[in-house]
């Protein structure tokens, strides 16, 4: 059996699924998810996966857990060996993330694993793209405002383009650990989208409406800023994404997926060369055939 720890916002939680779910194929094994780590979890916006797509992954169960891991299957035990990497005490089934980039070890693991961390790398599902690509299959079906985008989306030759900002500026907790990707990113990424296709249509998603109108909104017609997805309807915005040509994602793994969900051969992807503040920068999360400026 393979289970996977959900936790975060709605990117990561869909890292997590997709690194568990393809490594369950591979072993040809069950595969459940444990969200008990939501449990007072005030962050974003809980557990997203089977309210946003068309899937209902089974719930790993106290007697799942403990079969994998025996006494360390307690929640606290479980956030206490991750967090301190204690190697020599866990559970052979234990599998927690030793650093952000690939890791090969976890492809020799066997068919019984609990997976704790994040696990951000296409690598560790390249082999099920098709598969997990299925699995996220949004649930309903546009309405609306939504539905208006959309069909300007799919009748033009059109540009996702994500600012992150919300959390990334008003929580102190992340003062140094994102890097907030500036001006110049953006229009250096517009400026290169527009060598390879002039008639580009850039449609701007951002949990800031001002700033994107500041940066933004003296362009002209063809830019438009999506805005009006907020709260639980926040994912609908990663669905308009996946519907463009091409994509200027930010530090995010939201924009992330709406880039990747996109199937298209021929789309360029730009993504911001640094992911984090500091030096440290993951070698593994950006795909090779995306353009980092």
């Not at 110049?184 to 701007?204: G, N």
């Amino acid at each position: 059996m393979i289970i996977s720890n959900l936790l975060g916002g709605l990117g990561n939680q869909m890292f997590q699924y997709a690194c568990g779910r393809a490594m369950s194929l591979r072993q040809h094994t069950e595969f459940k998810v444990a969200i008990d780590m939501f449990a007072g979890y005030t962050l974003h916006h809980g557990y997203e996966l089977p309210r946003v797509f068309n899937l209902t992954p089974p719930l790993a169960s106290r007697d799942d857990l403990r079969l994998l891991l025996g006494w360390q299957h307690s929640r606290g035990v479980r956030r206490v060996v991750a967090k301190l990497r204690w190697k020599a005490l866990a559970s052979r089934a234990f599998c927690f993330e030793p650093h952000l980039d690939y890791w090969p070890g976890l492809a020799a693991h066997g068919p019984d694993a609990y997976l704790h961390g994040y696990f951000q790398s296409e690598r560790y599902f390249a082999d099920a793209t098709t598969q997990i690509r299925s699995d996220f299959t949004f649930s309903t079906a546009l309405a609306g405002r939504n539905a208006a985008v959309a069909e300007r989306i799919v009748t033009s030759n059109s540009v996702s383009m994500h600012l992150r900002r919300g959390d990334y500026v008003s929580d102190k907790r992340n003062a140094g650990l994102f890097a907030v990707c500036d001006p110049d990113y953006y229009r250096a990424a517009m400026a290169l989208l527009l060598t390879k296709h002039p008639e580009a249509s850039f449609f701007v998603f951002s949990d800031d409406a001002t700033y994107a109108h500041e940066l933004f909104g003296s362009m002209g017609a063809h830019v438009q800023i999506v805005s009006h997805n907020t709260g639980e309807d926040s994912h609908n915005d990663m669905r308009l994404m996946s519907l463009c040509r091409h994509h200027v994602i930010a530090n995010s793994t939201f924009s992330w997926w709406g880039a990747w969900l996109d199937a298209r051969p021929d789309k360029l992807v730009i993504a911001p060369r640094r992911w984090y503040g500091g030096d440290m920068q993951p070698a593994d999360l950006i795909p090779s055939s995306w353009v980092r400026l």
